[in-house]
Structure formats: structure tokens, C-alpha cells
């Protein structure tokens, strides 16, 4: 375990989150009973070894308990004068006194989400808002019941994240978005579009000119590190939304395959039964993929998806971080410069100065131009502690929210393969079962053929011997 925390230099990741004794444990012991060979062997034991497997990895749990929760549901549908939308129940149960009540019940439309994000971003910049589902779907329509689940899944994890995070839950405007009645928060929403767009253009074009010089290794590792993980999940979201559109043909294939053996047996009265039988296999694989692909697009792709939104998110995050620094860094350059400035001119004989050609007294001059110096300087020195105080929140900002969704993540992603791999082993066993009916079949058949047809090497009986049949023989 020590060996996988350093890099080739000997470097220690800082990002890499500790692990507990437990999950250390946890990992060893999984570890292990996979490449321990179960007593007696054989498909049984395999099955029940992947169970086991299964049913041994444990995915962590939040022990503290929780004072606000967020449920979004029951969508509906609404025709306006100019256009269609949908909108979502959000309830809320809460026992925070700076609620005015225990439980709300609101409905809000997509574009309130995003006003909260919004909002939200803006009043935390160096902390991670989690994202929102992407607006449209390539290759799902806008108000297909597959789309709309997935969007509505996403929202109620939005809103769960923002929860049960220990600032941004405590955030006036979330408030508003839980409590406040239609027109109330259409009154709010008014203020802040295209705020926050404008704002990110400024930052991304500001970056793009300068470069940070002192920038800690730690948030260089950081940054590579999400940018990596970004990768890595798009790969995963991307090849398993392939494998799904693969599973979507396969089942029509195969639902369409199961009548064709079903009409042969009605042709085929000696094979029937086995014609049958695989007719009544491929139905059973055919509701048993479909039922898989459900869960897979119910379960698996609304996680992957997030994280690979969540990824975007934070580097959006970290280019913020860099540009509080960056403003930090320019500050204390214009204060050195100043500072530079003001030793010059003490040193300057400010007799060839313009000012003293004009007439004017060299030593009120140079006594002028050192307090104007002075005055810039003090100005840029309490600028300058403020910007420190400001890059200083966004590092503990983002470490703190780093170390938070590093655990979050682990126990996100830990289920998810967990669950996939369960899911995936049940399908197969469901597979395996229906086809070996099929062979139950054909090993039952084999043996009517057997029985029916006699062996060619065994003694005739005298009931089928045609010499007996036709001349009996007669007592003398």
C-alpha cells in the first residue's frame, strides 16, 4: 500500500486521501478471498464465491445525523401560452431554526436549478458546487420518460450534495429556492442572469494572460489529478453508453428471435419440445436484458455521468483559486515596483526633474512625489493583506472541499461497481439457468430416442424377432 502513494521520484501525492485500518483491512481481505479457490470447486462454488464477493465489500455510510433533507419528485407537465416545460416537487424536512417551518412543499422548473447554481457559484467561488444534468440529450428527446428520469435522479442529487454540505446548505439563496412560493422567486432570479457567465469569461480571459509563479505544488497536483480523473470517467461514461446501445440491439434481436423458434416447433412435431424449450429460453434472456438495461441506465449512467460534470466543475473551481493568486501576485508586484520607485526617487536629483524646470522647488518636488509614493504604497499594502486573507479562504476553501469529495467520491464509485458487478452476475446466472433448461430438454429427449430405438448389438427379444413372429414354434 506504501509503494501505491509515491510516484516514481518518491514523491507523496497530498491529494491521496488516508486510508482508514478498516478499509485497508476491507481491501485485504477482498483481496485475498478472491484468490483463495473454494472447497470442491465446480460452477456452484464459483456462483457462490461471486456472492460472497459481493456481499463482503461494504460501502460506507454517513454516521452523522442529518438536519435537512431534500426529496425531488413527481414531475409534471405543463403547456404554457409560448412553450412546454416541466416542473418538480421539491420537499423539504427540516428542524433548522432559520427555517420558518419543519417542511415545505414547492414545484420549480429546470432554469430554478440553474439560478440556484448561479447564486450559488457566485457566493462560493473556490468552494465545489456539485453540477447540474446537461440540459438536452443527443440521442434522448426532451420529454422522453427515460430523459426525464434521468434528469429528475440528477436534480434530487444536486440537492442532496448542496445539503449536506456544512456551507453551502447554510446559503440564503438555497433557502429561497426550498421556501419561497413562485413569484417570490421569480422576483429573486430577475438579478442574476448572465451574471455569473460574465464573470467566467473575465477570469479565463485574465488567466490566459498571465502565469502564476508561485503556484503550490500541492494544487498542481490537484489540478492534474482532476484532470485525469476527468478523462478517465468520460472514458467510462462513454464506452458504457456504448455497451448499452449494444444491449438495447442485442434485446431486440433477441425478442424477435424467440417467436421464430416458437413458430419452427409448431412444424416440427418430433423436435418440438426442444424447439420450445429455446423458445421459452431466449424469452426469459430477453426480459432478463431488458430488465438489466433499465437498472444500467436507472443507476449506472446518472453516477458517471455526474462525476464527469463534477470534474468540469472543479477545474472551473481551481481556475478561480488561480486567479485570486494571480491578483495576489500582481498586486505585490505593483507594490514592489512602487516601493522601487519611491528608493529612486530619494536617491534622484530632482533639479533636471519636469516639475523643476517649471519653477518649482526641486526638495518640494521630491518631498511630494515620496508622500504620493507613500500614500500608493499604504493603499496597496492594505490591498495587498486583503488579497492575502482571500487566497488564503479559497486554499482551506478547496482543500476542505477536496478532502470532502474525495470521501463522497469512494463511497459514489465503490457502490457503483459494486452494485454493476452484482447486477451483472445475477444476469448471467438468470442466462445460465434458462439455457440449462434447454439442455434438461435435450438430455430428456436423448434418452425417449434411447429407449424407443433398441441397440443394434443387443439380442433381439422373441416379441421382435420376425422369424418367431412368422414360423412359431410348435410343441412336439
Partial sequence: MAGGDQNRDGFKDPLRMPSYDEDEDEEVDIVNFSRKTPPGGGAESDAASTKALAGSIKVDTDSDAKDLFVTVDNREKHSGNFDVYITYRVTTKTTRSCFDNSEFAVRRRFQDFVWLRQKLTQAHPTHFIPPLPEKTNIRLSRFSTEFLDMRETALNSFLNRIAEHATLSFNESFQ??????????????RYAKGLVSRVGTSVKTTAESYRLRNRSPEFTTMADYVDQFGQKMASVDRISQRIFKEQIEYQTDIESFAPAFELWSDSETDVSDILHSIATCLEKCADTTK??????????????????????????????????????????????????????????????????????????????????????????????????????????DLKADMDRWHKIKRKDIKGLFVNWAERRTNYYESCLSAWEEVIKTLQSKKQDDHIDTPDSNEPASETSDPEILEYPVQNS
Fill in 176 to 189: 429561497i429556492f426550498l421556501t419561497a412560493k413562485a413569484w417570490e422567486l421569480e422576483t429573486h432570479r
Fill in 291 to 396: 430488465t438489466e438495461n433499465v437498472t444500467q441506465m436507472d443507476e449506472f449512467a446518472p453516477v458517471s455521468k455526474e462525476y464527469v460534470l463534477y470534474a468540469d466543475a472543479m477545474k472551473n473551481v481551481l481556475k478561480k483559486r488561480d486567479a485570486i493568486q494571480m491578483e495576489y501576485e500582481q498586486c505585490l508586484d505593483e507594490l514592489n515596483r512602487k516601493k522601487n520607485e519611491r528608493e529612486h526617487v530619494k536617491i534622484t536629483d530632482q533639479n533636471y526633474s519636469f516639475a523643476a524646470f517649471m519653477g518649482r522647488d526641486p526638495t518640494e518636488v521630491k518631498e511630494e512625489k515620496s508622500s504620493k509614493l507613500d500614500t500608493q504604497i499604504a493603499k496597496l499594502q492594505k490591498q495587498l493583506e486583503v488579497l492575502n486573507d482571500r487566497t488564503e479562504v479559497a486554499n482551506a
